[in-house]
């Protein structure tokens, strides 16, 4: 009954942008944790960035400044603005939700994000 569902993704040029959404049900969305994680073929799944349930917010380095998370526990979605993207930035992005103390997490399907001219 957990259920992470992503939306958002999609082709953009390089210098583009896209906003990616994530909405959640079945969890107390206001006290969990949100991430967005992403995950190129061939390679490992990374943090790109991370919101706590009090706003705290941290970005991968090779998004910092780029990159926004923001929630909105109304509507239980969470958000990554992706401004000034690259080819590099180009992966499937996967929304991630972590319970207080951490002891269980939840993962969405993924929205394809591909930036090229």
């Known amino acids: 009954q957990v259920q992470l569902v992503e939306s958002g993704g999609g082709l953009v040029q390089p210098g583009g942008s896209l906003r990616l959404s994530c909405a959640a049900s079945?969890?107390?969305?206001?006290?969990?944790?949100m991430g967005w994680y992403r995950q190129a073929p061939g390679k490992q799944r990374e943090l790109v960035a991370g919101?706590?349930?009090?706003?705290?917010?941290n970005y991968a380095d090779s998004v910092k400044g780029r990159c926004t998370i923001s929630r909105d526990n109304a509507k239980n979605t969470v958000y990554l603005q992706m401004n000034s993207l690259n080819p590099e930035d180009t992966a499937v992005y996967y929304c991630?939700?972590?319970?207080?103390?951490?002891?269980?997490?939840?993962w969405g399907r993924g929205t394809q994000v591909t930036v090229s001219s």
């Open positions: 991630n939700a972590n319970s207080p103390l951490g002891t269980m997490s939840y």
């Open positions: 079945g969890i107390r969305f206001s006290i969990y944790a």
């Open positions: 919101i706590s349930s009090g706003g705290s917010t």
